[in-house]
């Protein structure tokens, strides 16, 4: 099992920056390719970023290519998202995945993540 806690998330007026975190624990969680989706209101969960296993590849969704970065840490199981140039659109619970093996693919889709945090809210107000 691996476990993850997502933090980071607020209230942000247009244009800010925030930076979400994600702790992982359990069973080696270093190994496994991360991802961040996001779920706005009355809408399906989203992809918006990942990263492999190693961080040597990473994936942005289209709307947040640019603007977002991931990265991650293994020696401290710990992933971010770097959010700048924040859009009311980019309002959402924003959860945390981790994949259950090395190699899955494609981290684009939710239903290669078999771990899931519980979700940090950000807020971006026009």
């Known amino acids: 099992q691996v476990q993850l806690v997502e933090s980071g998330g607020g209230l942000v007026q247009a244009g800010d920056s925030l930076r979400l975190s994600c702790a992982a624990s359990?069973?080696?969680?270093?190994?496994?390719?991360m991802g961040w989706f996001r779920q706005a209101p009355g809408k399906e969960r989203e992809f918006v970023s990942a990263?492999?296993?190693?961080?040597?590849?990473?994936y942005y969704a289209d709307s947040v290519k640019g603007r977002f970065t991931i990265s991650r840490d293994n020696a401290k199981s710990t992933v971010l998202l770097q959010m700048n140039s924040l859009k009311p659109e980019a309002t959402a619970v924003y959860y945390c995945?981790?994949?259950?093996?090395?190699?899955?693919?494609?981290?684009?889709?939710?239903?290669?993540?078999?771990?899931w945090g519980q979700g940090t809210q950000v807020t971006v107000s026009a």
């Open positions: 995945a981790a994949t259950g093996g090395r190699n899955v693919l494609p981290l684009t889709n939710a239903y290669s993540y078999a771990y």
């Open positions: 359990g069973r080696t969680p270093s190994y496994y390719a």
């Open positions: 990263i492999s296993w190693s961080g040597g590849t990473t």
